[in-house]
């Protein structure tokens, strides 16, 4: 053995840097809740944004017939293009395109493994070790855990309650320096339920333009917007601000488990060309694309799907959410922010109402053990004192949880 050897002596096979730096917000809070559910109560879960969970969310049945045709083609079973089938991407274009103000062809849009993929590629691609990225607050927990996973410094913009959530513009617009890569811009809103005004983007827009700032926009929720509120794709505002859009089939089509999102590319003047289309293709390559079934079934899924389903889909958010707001408005020490569209509310608790409620983990966690009702704590949205709840699950149940609320806060209120 030579003697200039420095390997070491004996077994230790440490964790890498990356995977100690990547942590869930919502796991780190949620899995010190060590309170158990009320044994004479049937559980009843308001936290995960999953609409399958209860059944009476369900795709159509033409999506369902889509998939099956190609399963049984057998021509969808091999690897696909990294960054997707050329006709998955020509379908995704034509159904999302806006030729007058958001034009896309295939070659702007890339297919990813959920639009949680689709984020993580596009933080990846803007963000160096060391850089930082403004992120809102309240704000979706797995942009924080992506940023941290990749040494890149989270800046919290605030949203405000009193606004129905919309941007702090000048507070935001205070974060930016020279090491400020990009801005993540979620509309309509988890955890809050809101959807911005044409004005209030242009505002926003106005911001990334007078900085230089590139904007990654969440829009997976694009379209679930309630009465008297309307959806505008960012991009659709802007000639300057290069944008990256994600989405996917998650949420407006009710199958997260699907596991196909996408990228948009808008780039009016080119400003992604010089290197990050190339930088997103790459990136594309570290999994060797998403699910071959589903991205081949994509044209049938968004163009032969009946557009009633849509409907349908949205009068029973619009429903539930009514529900949720016209009885948790009336439980005293609760104030409920009147939800836009998605699939959320979120509502303060006002802990001086209360006499041995001190914020707003204590509150979930006495909620769970003594109704058990499950809930998530603002505070893994960097948002202390506010509660998130979705409102996905039947009539009867959220009545029944709601119920259970309204006695649970009698007991405890002053």
């Not at 796991?27 to 559910?37: E, L, M, T």
């Not at 995960?48 to 399963?71: R, W, Y």
């Not at 205070?174 to 955890?191: E, F, G, H, K, Q």
């Not at 948009?264 to 699910?291: K, M, P, T, Y």
């Amino acid at each position: 053995m030579s003697s200039n050897n420095t390997r070491q002596q004996s077994w230790k096979v440490p964790a890498s840097i990356i995977s100690k730096r990547t942590s869930n917000p919502i796991r780190a809070i949620v899995d010190h809740i060590k309170v158990k559910p009320n044994a004479n109560k049937s559980m009843i879960s308001l936290a995960l944004g999953d609409p399958t969970l209860f059944g009476n969310f369900k795709i159509h049945q033409t999506c369902t017939e889509a998939v099956s045709k190609q399963l049984h083609s057998y021509k969808s079973n091999g690897y696909p293009p990294s960054t997707g089938y050329l006709h998955a991407r020509q379908a995704v274009a034509d159904k999302f395109t806006l030729p007058e103000t958001a034009p896309l062809s295939a070659q702007d849009v890339i297919i990813t493994s959920g639009c949680s993929g689709a984020l993580d590629m596009c933080i990846g691609v803007l963000c160096n070790e060391g850089d930082n990225i403004l992120l809102p607050r309240p704000g979706f927990s797995l942009y924080q855990t992506l940023a941290d996973s990749k040494g890149v410094e989270v800046r919290y913009y605030d949203l405000l309650p009193e606004n129905n959530w919309e941007m702090d513009l000048k507070q935001l617009e205070s974060l930016i320096d020279d090491r400020t890569a990009t801005v993540v811009m979620n509309n309509p809103s988890n955890p809050c339920g809101s959807v911005f005004r044409k004005q209030h983007l242009l505002d926003f827009l106005a911001v990334c333009e007078r900085n230089h700032l590139p904007v990654i926009a969440d829009e997976i929720y694009c379209d679930l917007v309630f009465s008297g509120n309307e959806f505008f794709p960012l991009a659709s505002l802007t000639t300057t601000v290069p944008v990256l859009a994600v989405g996917g089939l998650a949420k407006k089509y009710l199958v997260p488990g699907w596991r196909v999102g996408w990228i948009f590319i808008h780039d009016r003047n080119n400003v992604f060309n010089a290197e990050v289309r190339e930088g997103l293709n790459s990136l594309s390559q570290l999994i060797l694309g998403s699910n071959s079934l589903i991205q081949a079934a994509l044209p049938d899924i968004l163009h032969k799907t009946d557009p009633a389903f849509y409907d349908e889909t949205r009068v029973q958010l619009e429903a539930n959410a009514k529900l949720s707001t016209d009885i948790l408005a009336k439980v005293p020490g609760l104030k409920v922010i009147v939800p836009q569209g998605a699939m959320y509310v979120m509502i303060a608790i006002n802990v001086t109402e209360f006499k041995d409620i001190e914020n707003d983990i204590v509150f979930t966690e006495k909620l769970l053990g003594e109704e058990s009702v499950m809930c998530l704590p603002g505070s893994v949205f960097q948002c202390p004192n506010f509660i998130r709840i979705v409102f996905t699950s039947p009539p009867e149940v959220l009545q029944d949880a709601y119920t259970r609320m309204a006695e649970f806060c009698a007991r405890h209120h002053v």
